[in-house]
């Protein structure tokens, strides 16, 4: 009786004992899966990005080349008065006859100017005068040797506003040869006041 009380107390220790084991595997198969599903998740494989470096200057004007001047375009233009030492900006539309000119041939109709920068919208061009600007008034003579007015009316030559009915020889000896390479004034007034001073 003893003994076969002994062998199932055996046999119960070894039930109780698979019965745990088992127990602990269906209760670390939920855990398992809930450790799996929040993981941390893995960077994903990158390459480095590839930046294209900003076109340079001379790219941007090989660039331009191709391009042609559009409707409506205008060209931004940089005028240098030497007699004067004055520096004038302007806007003006370009001319019809440029419309749907390449860089290249519009430097070759335009050869006064020295273009510096070329887009379909707008040029951007320079040029040095030997004459005064707009802002003075000038008295000088004219192929006959009278004496006349002249202005800078339109920026790129000198227009003869009137004639003042004299001659340079005319005129006290100490003003002739200023006068004959062109008397500059900053205002109409100024100009009216000195020629009453040599005419009086």
């Given at each position: 009786m003893k003994r076969w009380m002994g062998q199932n107390a055996r046999v119960?220790?070894?039930?109780?004992a698979a019965l745990l084991v088992v127990v602990m595997l269906v209760a670390w198969a939920p855990v398992s899966d809930w450790l799996t599903r929040n993981d941390p998740p893995q960077p994903l494989a990158t390459s480095s990005p590839h930046i294209s470096p900003l076109p340079t200057e001379e790219a941007r004007q090989i660039l331009a080349q191709g391009s042609v001047?559009?409707?409506?375009?205008l060209l931004n233009q940089t005028l240098t008065y030497q007699a004067c030492g004055h520096v004038v900006q302007r806007r003006v539309d370009a001319p019809a006859e440029c419309i749907g000119m390449e860089r290249a041939a519009l430097e070759k109709l335009l050869s006064d100017y020295r273009v510096t920068a070329f887009s379909p919208s707008e040029v951007a061009m320079q040029r040095e005068l030997s004459m005064y600007c707009p802002a003075h008034w000038v008295v000088r003579p004219d192929d006959l040797g009278e004496l006349c007015i002249w202005q800078n009316q339109l920026g790129e030559h000198m227009d003869q506003l009137t004639q003042l009915?004299?001659?340079?020889?005319d005129l006290p000896e100490s003003e002739r040869e200023?006068?004959?390479?062109g008397k500059a004034f900053d205002s109409q007034q100024d100009m009216e006041g000195w020629l009453e001073s040599i005419q009086s």
């Open positions: 119960i220790r070894w039930g109780a001047l559009a409707q409506g375009a009915g004299f001659g340079a020889e200023t006068v004959r390479r």
